[in-house]
């Protein structure tokens, strides 16, 4: 299966906070290079909310919805 990432962030708290969410509306979604960023931090590029190709458009729409809204 082929995935891609829809969400990067430094702060793992909110990496879990967009997991929880986008599963939460049935889109797989997983936090990876959490234990790299957890150790590493700023160096390796933070944590990355990957899902599957088909559901990152949903996956997307949704963060950018729900979490981008004090960005605009």
Do not use: Y
Request: charged share 25%.
């Amino acid at each position: 299966m082929d995935t891609e990432i829809v969400f990067s962030t430094f702060d793992l708290g909110e990496a879990q906070l967009v997991r929880s969410r986008l599963e939460s509306a049935g889109i797989e979604a997983q936090v990876a290079d959490e234990n790299s960023a957890a150790n590493f931090g700023i160096t390796t590029g933070g944590a990355h909310i990957i899902v599957p190709e088909t559901q990152a458009a949903d996956a997307r729409a949704l963060i950018d919805a729900e979490f981008n809204r004090g960005n605009e």
